[in-house]
């Protein structure tokens, strides 16, 4: 059964950096295209960042572009994402995605990120 | 990267339909076909009951259905059940690998 679990999250001050770490298991991690999708409290799901299977292709949400960066290491089926210039805004709950062919079809539990 | 319009909230008794919209641009809905739908109850993971636009995951049951005409996609749920209460979002490829989400409805059974 794939899994995914984040870890990482916690409460940190505006303009500090923090990093989160996703461990997948249970699939071929390497073949899959892999996700960050966010959601702050009482607000809805937003997409965050995207790396490609091989780490060579990432994209960004305007909101995020320049601050944060989304890495992988298919060596020990993990996905990052660094985030870097904290904004208060970006206080939310920091899910990793698993993407098959079009679908975000495995999703983490979540990591809370708190910017205060 | 604007989010996808959808309607802050619907309601239906049990064993009625509802149907949620959600309405982006050519450069998302409008231009692919490959529209999600999540389901996600407070505290849980978001799951998915509908991708690429009409197709329905294994054991997500044959009253959630979905279609899409021109830049809007739309969800029915039909023979509303008490379990199906919550926040439901769609999600659209927009192109190079990205993604956007919509703005999220609330469906009450009453």
């Known amino acids: 059964q794939e899994q995914l679990v984040e870890s990482g999250g916690g409460v940190v001050q505006p303009g500090r950096s923090l990093r989160l770490s996703c461990a997948a298991s249970g699939f071929s991690f390497s073949t899959y295209v892999m996700h960050w999708v966010r959601q702050a409290p009482g607000k809805g799901l937003e997409w965050v960042a995207v790396?490609?299977?091989?780490?060579?292709?990432?994209y960004y949400a305007d909101s995020v572009r320049g601050r944060f960066s989304i890495s992988r290491d298919n060596s020990r089926d993990t996905v990052y994402l660094q985030m870097n210039t904290l904004k208060v805004e970006d206080t939310a709950v920091y899910y990793c995605v698993r993407a098959r062919l079009f679908v975000l079809d495995s999703w983490g539990q979540g990591s809370l990120v708190t910017v205060s | 990267q604007s989010a996808l319009t959808q309607p802050r909230s619907v309601s239906g008794s049990p064993g009625q339909s509802v149907t949620i919209s959600c309405t982006g641009s050519?450069?998302?809905?409008?231009?692919?076909?490959?529209v999600s739908w999540f389901q996600h109850h407070p505290g849980k993971v978001p799951k998915v009951v509908i991708y690429?636009?009409?197709k329905r995951p294994s054991g997500v049951p044959e009253r959630f259905s979905g279609s899409k005409s021109g830049n809007t996609a739309s969800l029915t749920i039909s023979g509303l059940q008490a379990e199906d209460e919550g926040d439901y979002y769609c999600c659209s490829y927009a192109g190079s690998y990205n993604y956007v989400f919509g703005s999220g409805t609330q469906v009450a059974v009453l």
């Open positions: 050519s450069s998302d809905v409008g231009n692919y076909d490959y």
């Open positions: 790396v490609s299977y091989d780490g060579t292709n990432q």
């Open positions: 690429d636009v009409t």
